[in-house]
């Protein structure tokens, strides 16, 4: 086998893997309704707590439970976060969880923002957007969840179970935590260490 061949067959097998990995997290479409209806549970902590994870330490500022549609998700390898924070997820709840709302935004996600557009007339107050939906930046607490998280398909509705953190890399780097739903723009996603996932539909 010449080096061409190999070239040749290692460019299939890339290929290959990159349509396997297209389809297996191709969105889902589901039906009409409010498919994840209730808002997000967060409750304080009786006591905070420091967790270690690599460079980094987090302070546990809350309790945080959250059943969600996946409007979006973005991957992040080498920003300043991706060490503690592999990927995004837009989630949406509520109003923000429903195809006859939402077939009338655009929503995309850059820089580790979520960003939402109305293409014609808003179906619903933009503090309604606001409060039913937010961008989420998600730790996993182990390598399964890591892998859970790496499943998820935009359309599912998914329940993540963890906690609301504040983080301090040791060269300075930091991140903090939104504790409200009702904020937006920069300062307002959820820091979650995630230690549960359940795809519910």
């Keep these: 086998m010449?080096?061409?061949?190999?070239?040749?067959?290692?460019?299939?097998?890339?290929?290959?893997?990159?349509?396997?990995?297209?389809?297996?997290?191709?969105?889902?479409?589901p039906p009409d309704g409010e498919i994840a209806p209730l808002d997000p549970v967060q409750s304080n902590l009786a006591?905070?707590?420091?967790?270690?994870?690599g460079r980094w330490q987090l302070q546990a500022r809350a309790q945080y439970d959250i059943t969600a549609r996946i409007l979006s998700r973005e991957v992040y390898?080498?920003?300043?976060?991706?060490?503690?924070?592999?990927?995004?997820?837009?989630?949406?709840?509520?109003p923000m969880s429903d195809n006859r709302v939402l077939d009338h935004f655009t929503i995309s996600q850059a820089a580790r923002f979520y960003s939402w557009h109305a293409r014609d007339r808003m179906p619903i107050a933009r503090q309604d957007v606001i409060d039913h939906s937010a961008n989420t930046h998600v730790i996993p607490a182990n390598e399964v969840v890591r892998t859970q998280l790496k499943r998820l398909r935009v359309g599912e509705v998914v329940r993540?179970?963890?906690?609301?953190?504040?983080g301090v890399r040791n060269d300075g780097v930091y991140v903090h935590t939104s504790m409200t739903r009702s904020?937006?723009?920069?300062?307002?996603?959820?820091?979650?260490?995630?230690?549960?996932?359940?795809?519910v539909r």
């Excluded at 010449?2 to 479409?29: C, E, K, S, Y």
């Excluded at 060490?83 to 709840?93: H, S, T």
């Excluded at 993540?160 to 504040?166: I, K, Q, T």
Aim: negative net charge.
């Design 77 to 94: 390898r080498f920003d300043t976060l991706a060490d503690l924070i592999p990927e995004d997820l837009a989630l949406g709840w509520g």
């Design 160 to 166: 993540l179970g963890g906690v609301l953190v504040d």
């Design 183 to 199: 904020d937006s723009g920069a300062g307002s996603c959820e820091v979650v260490l995630v230690d549960s996932v359940e795809r």
């Design 47 to 53: 006591a905070t707590r420091t967790i270690a994870s």
């Design 2 to 29: 010449n080096w061409r061949t190999a070239l040749a067959g290692a460019l299939i097998a890339l290929a290959l893997w990159h349509f396997q990995q297209d389809w297996m997290l191709r969105p889902v479409h």
